[in-house]
């Protein structure tokens, strides 16, 4: 009765894996064209990229003629002289073009250029990070799809060997410890096979947020557990440092502070203007006399405005020092990063090897001691830490596989590598 239990439980788990609805196949790169379209953090750095080429244009604005017309209409009025003329309504056209402010807009058009680059590179290190989150997520749902299959599996030879066990119970060669140890394995690996199951809708949820995705729907993925880096030798570190979009925003945004200060101190020169005004006055007159033109340079010179000006000129140089220290600490701390992710890279890439070998020798023990175990030849106890041996060794090496992708992953963010050309 128990081992007709188990088969229908057997049977139940199954049922459930199996799929209820049509599920979506994807591959890695249609995973990554579809995020390059559809992800909100993208658009997000996008749209502050956006902000800032518009301040540059808002800054620049300030280098070209400055026009504005003006319209008032008057009313008639009595004094005790009399009736004033008839009034009319007035206008003007006037301009006014800047001459010179001591450089201080170019310093600001220049610091806007640097916050551009900034805003570009910031949207680079943003891309990589959806680069990672996507490929970690891909890479746990290629996982659970095996997981899944893995843990039938075993909850399969789980139920052989209560069979086995059984059978060896009834016949007086087996004690029944042993054989409800063999009923706790099956329970555990039935346990597993719903485990598994589980985190695979919980793997396609996490990878259809990672497309940027508003609906959720069974998903599945066509790949490989191999890595497109194969290099061995160790690169340059400081350099790729420098090719970080992370290092390189961090220098715009000191440079951008340099321009800044730069324009601060450019607020004590002189600013010159050449003014125009052309209009027609409220009073009627004759034709000939109605347009008034008028034209000159007006100087502005600053004297004194309560010392907010110097310290202005601290600030920036104070922020100035600031970008300078976050620069060196962005250099160390991702120099540190590069360092981390290239050694996990490779320990994650031998590891594979060495489970490989693990699990190629667990399934060679296990089938001489399946063999032994039939004639008599080993005991139960030894002969149940073998098995549970491969069992852990196929989950070591899917595992292990994973692991690698994942760390790859995370090297290849290191190096700021973006979703854009990155379609392995």
């Known amino acids: 009765m128990r081992i007709k239990i188990n088969l229908f439980v057997a049977m139940a788990f199954l049922i459930v894996v199996s799929p209820l609805h049509a599920v979506e196949s994807v591959s890695w790169e249609q995973c990554v064209s579809e995020t390059l379209k559809a992800h909100p953090d993208l658009y997000s750095a996008l749209a502050?990229?956006?902000?800032?080429?518009?301040?540059?244009?808002?800054?620049?604005?300030?280098?070209?003629?400055?026009?504005?017309?003006?319209?008032?209409?008057?009313?008639?009025?009595?004094?005790a002289q009399g009736i004033v003329p008839p009034l009319s309504s007035s206008y003007s056209l006037s301009?006014?073009?800047?001459?010179y402010d001591g450089h201080k807009t170019s310093n600001q058009i220049a610091s806007n250029a640097e916050a551009i680059k900034a805003a570009q590179y910031n949207y680079n290190a943003i891309s990589a990070n959806v680069r990672f989150t996507l490929r970690s997520a891909f890479t746990q749902l290629l996982k659970a799809q095996d997981l899944v299959g893995l843990t039938v599996e075993i909850a399969e030879r789980r139920q052989n060997n209560v069979r086995l066990i059984s059978l060896r119970y009834q016949s007086g060669r087996e004690h029944i410890g042993s054989l409800r140890q063999a009923e706790a394995d099956l329970a555990q690996a039935q346990f597993e096979?719903?485990?598994?199951?589980?985190a695979l809708i919980l793997a396609q949820?996490?990878?259809?947020?990672?497309?940027?995705?508003?609906?959720?729907?069974?998903?599945?993925?066509?790949?490989?557990?191999?890595?497109?880096?194969?290099?061995?030798?160790?690169?340059?570190?400081?350099?790729?440092?420098?090719?970080?979009?992370?290092?390189?925003?961090?220098?715009?945004k000191s440079s951008a502070a340099h321009f800044d200060l730069d324009a601060s101190k450019s607020a004590f020169s002189p600013q010159l203007y050449l003014n125009t005004t052309v209009g027609r006055g409220a009073y009627e007159r004759l034709p000939i006399d109605a347009i008034d033109f008028s034209a000159g340079l007006t100087v502005s010179v600053p004297i004194y405005e309560g010392g907010s000006g110097r310290a202005r000129v601290a600030k920036a140089r104070a922020f100035l020092s600031q970008q300078n220290a976050d620069e060196k600490s962005g250099f160390l701390l991702l120099?540190?990063?590069?360092?981390?992710s290239w050694k996990s890279f490779q320990d994650a890439r031998q590891m594979v090897v060495v489970q490989s070998?693990?699990?190629?020798?667990?399934?060679?023990?296990?089938?001489?001691?399946?063999?032994?175990?039939?004639?008599?030849?080993?005991?139960?106890?030894?002969?149940?830490?073998?098995?549970?041996?491969?069992?852990?060794?196929?989950?070591?090496?899917?595992?292990?596989?994973?692991?690698?992708?994942?760390?790859?992953?995370?090297?290849?963010?290191?190096?700021?590598?973006?979703?854009?050309?990155?379609?392995?």
């Open 48 to 79: 502050v990229l956006q902000q800032a080429e518009a301040d540059k244009r808002i800054t620049k604005g300030a280098l070209f003629p400055q026009l504005s017309f003006n319209v008032n209409a008057l009313e008639n009025t009595t004094t």
């Open 95 to 99: 301009a006014q073009q800047l001459l």
């Open 193 to 198: 096979v719903f485990q598994a199951k589980r």
């Open 205 to 252: 949820t996490n990878l259809a947020s990672a497309l940027g995705r508003d609906t959720h729907q069974p998903l599945r993925v066509k790949g490989t557990f191999t890595v497109s880096d194969l290099s061995t030798s160790k690169p340059d570190l400081a350099q790729l440092v420098k090719n970080n979009p992370l290092f390189q925003k961090l220098e715009a």
């Open 335 to 340: 120099f540190n990063a590069l360092e981390q």
């Open 357 to 424: 070998k693990q699990l190629e020798a667990a399934s060679q023990r296990s089938k001489i001691a399946n063999a032994q175990y039939s004639n008599g030849l080993v005991t139960f106890n030894d002969w149940v830490i073998i098995e549970n041996n491969l069992v852990s060794a196929k989950k070591n090496y899917l595992n292990a596989e994973a692991d690698m992708l994942i760390a790859e992953a995370q090297w290849i963010q290191s190096k700021g590598g973006a979703l854009e050309g990155q379609q392995e």
